[in-house]
């Protein structure tokens, strides 16, 4: 199995290895060396650094990783997990694992079950293709200054994770099984109705931002 090297640069060959390393660096974090993930390399910065990134699956809850790497090096010199710059604490041994892992399990009926990471739940009108509008439980992470994310639990099984900044939905925890499928946002006063491909969610900003 391939190891990302912290300390030491090794010259990057391809995109394939860019994205490899970034999710052998999400699977270091999380001490999960099984959780799979979908990772791609994105295009070189004006000054030359390379980035990549994607998601990775721990079971309960599907984290969105970024990297950064110096011009034509697997060095990585930027490490983000669900926005949160977590670089010094892989560097320095801190991984997150066992105990330490969030609690993302579905809050039935808006409720919390124990030891939950949500910081507040409700149930939101949802839908997605070939089904009628339903009622999906739902958990939120508020992170402060309006950003944050919500988890949107299907009523069989599965969820959709929605991101937001300063309030407003942003993106998706989009895989590759979603072919790109399009994010949309209306607002009908206080709610912001989401669209992504043809499954559609209800959001009252009160649930992502308090008030």
């Known amino acids: 199995m391939f190891v990302l090297t912290l300390a030491y640069p090794a010259v990057a060959q391809s995109k394939a290895e860019l ?3 970034c999710g052998d660096a999400a699977r270091q974090y999380f001490e999960n060396f099984n959780a799979p993930t979908d990772m791609r390399a994105h295009e070189p910065r004006v000054d030359g ?9 721990l079971g309960n809850y599907v984290a969105q990783v970024c990297c950064g790497f110096p011009a034509k090096e697997l060095r990585l010199t930027e490490f983000y997990v669900d926005g949160a710059d977590v670089l010094a604490d892989l ?3 801190r991984t997150v694992s066992g105990g330490g892992m969030p609690n993302y399990d579905r809050p039935v009926g808006g409720v ?7 910081t507040a739940s409700s149930i ?13 439980d739902t958990g939120v992470v508020r992170e402060g200054n309006g950003n944050g994310f919500a988890m949107v639990f299907w009523p069989d099984a599965g969820n959709r994770v929605l991101y937001f900044e300063n309030g407003e939905v942003i993106r998706y925890d989009q895989s590759e099984a979603d072919g790109g499928a399009e994010l949309r946002v209306t607002r009908d006063g206080d709610m912001q109705i989401v669209t992504v491909g043809d499954a559609r969610f209800e959001l009252i900003d009160a649930l992502l931002v308090g008030g």
């Open 124 to 136: 939101i009108y949802c839908e997605r293709p070939g089904t009628e509008p339903r009622e999906c």
């Open 91 to 93: 560097q320095a041994g």
């Open 49 to 57: 650094s390379l980035t990549s990134g994607g998601s990775i699956d």
């Open 112 to 118: 919390f079950p124990a030891g939950s990471s949500f």
């Open 19 to 21: 994205a490899q390393a």
